[in-house]
């Protein structure tokens, strides 16, 4: 019987390209948006990178750009990269819009989106990025690893970074159950489920299950990653992080990892003006 599911799940993963799975995730993607995990997890996470004007900010696998439209106003320069051009597209729409809704024309220039392979170095220059995030991308890579470099590379020394990420052996039905008895008890689900609106939603979030479900299929084969607390926070460290903590979120399907890059260390720029000043003699 594990013999036949497993192969099943391979003849699901290969007909099934990762590529075209977030292509076609993308119509889906507004489910999130709505729901009480979600929203808890992504306002946790914002405010622990306590954003002012004055930064610079980079959503790493922004996808169709809902954060950095919910937060248009708050900086100075947000910057917006995902692989996927249908994501794109919808982020371009989406900002265009609130662009000229808004009276501050300015801002739309500092807001630039960026197609680009995540699995790859960045394009980005070093040492740039004051505050850095990215939600629910990081488990569906191949070189986590050098994600994790690239993000501490492009950070600013002192810059806070947060990611959400799926847990190991997460199950996303639990988080889409735990999702309609919290609107039971706040007494909206029936309300919105007589609607054509509400019903619509319920089918469309169901639809996204199917993609939650070929994820976990794709983790159990490899393909995908979903950490531990206690090695997405190894992985990290290793890379340069510091003050690195996590806690499950997410309906404890996802984990929130906050960590900083260590600020320029006093001494040795000192060391180093020393030696070039001695050098100049």
């Not at 306590?50 to 996808?63: E, N, Q």
């Not at 600013?156 to 889409?176: Q, Y």
């Not at 995908?224 to 404890?252: C, M, P, Q, S, W």
């Amino acid at each position: 019987m594990l013999l036949i599911k497993r192969i099943g799940f391979r003849a699901v993963a290969r007909f099934v390209p990762n590529r075209w799975l977030w292509e076609h995730y993308a119509p889906f993607v507004h489910v999130l948006r709505e729901s009480y995990n979600y929203n808890e997890a992504v306002n946790k996470l914002l405010d622990y990178l306590k954003p002012s004007h004055s930064d610079r900010v980079l959503d790493v696998g922004c996808g169709d750009g809902y954060s950095l439209e919910k937060y248009i106003n708050d900086y100075k320069m947000k910057v917006g990269v995902d692989f996927s051009s249908r994501m794109l597209k919808r982020a371009k729409s989406r900002l265009d819009s609130n662009a000229k809704m808004g009276s501050d024309t300015k801002m739309k220039s500092d807001i630039g989106l960026v197609n680009a392979d995540l699995n790859h170095n960045l394009p980005f220059c070093s040492s740039y990025f004051t505050k850095v995030y990215s939600v629910l991308v990081l488990g569906y890579l191949q070189k986590r690893r050098n994600f994790i470099t690239e993000i501490y590379r492009v950070s600013d020394h002192g810059a806070r970074v947060g990611v959400i990420t799926p847990v190991k052996n997460a199950r996303f039905l639990s988080v889409f159950i735990n999702e309609i008895r919290r609107r039971r008890r706040d007494n909206t689900f029936i309300k919105e489920l007589l609607t054509s609106k509400g019903a619509g939603r319920v089918l469309v979030g169901l639809s996204a299950l199917i993609f939650g479900k070929l994820a976990e299929i794709k983790n159990l084969l490899g393909e995908f990653h979903f950490y531990t607390e206690k090695t997405i926070r190894e992985d990290f460290e290793k890379a340069g992080f510091i003050n690195v903590r996590t806690e499950l979120t997410y309906g404890g399907s996802a984990i929130l990892l906050l960590a900083e890059k260590r600020t320029k260390d006093i001494t040795s720029i000192n060391s180093v003006m020393s030696e070039v000043l001695v050098r100049l003699q």
